[in-house]
């Protein structure tokens, strides 16, 4: 079972900057793409960000265009997102997700545990 690891959740103050990192625990055979999912309390979880295999394509949401950036690790199993001028709003906890496909074409798709990201007034 492949397992996304994800580190780089935190405390910061608004204004502040965080970047989390995400990286599947082996080597898929095809991933179609990896992204960062979030949920704040109360709230549905949303699509903040996604980026296809080989990151040609990027997908952000209205609410953080201009101030999150996603991007692929050289390992071609990671995923980071820099998240800069923080808002309080951002609050919320952080999943980062993988779909791919196996050797025989199976769709597959994996998440993370999630980590909390908090930005203080």
């Known amino acids: 079972q492949v397992q996304l690891v994800e580190s780089g959740g935190g405390l910061v103050q608004a204004g502040g900057s965080l970047r989390l990192s995400c990286a599947a625990s082996?080597?898929?055979?095809?991933?179609?793409?990896m992204g960062w999912y979030r949920q704040a309390p109360g709230k549905q979880r949303e699509l903040v960000a996604a980026?296809?295999?080989?990151?040609?394509?990027?997908n952000y949401a209205d609410s953080v265009q201009g101030r999150f950036a996603i991007s692929r690790g050289n390992a071609k199993n990671t995923v980071y997102l820099e998240m800069n001028d923080l808002k309080t709003e951002d609050t919320a906890v952080y999943y980062c997700?993988?779909?791919?496909?196996?050797?025989?074409?199976?769709?597959?798709?994996?998440w993370g545990q999630g980590t909390q990201v908090t930005v203080s007034a």
């Open positions: 980026i296809t295999n080989g990151g040609g394509t990027t």
């Open positions: 997700y993988l779909r791919g496909r196996t050797k025989m074409r199976r769709e597959i798709e994996y």
């Open positions: 082996r080597i898929i055979f095809s991933i179609d793409d």
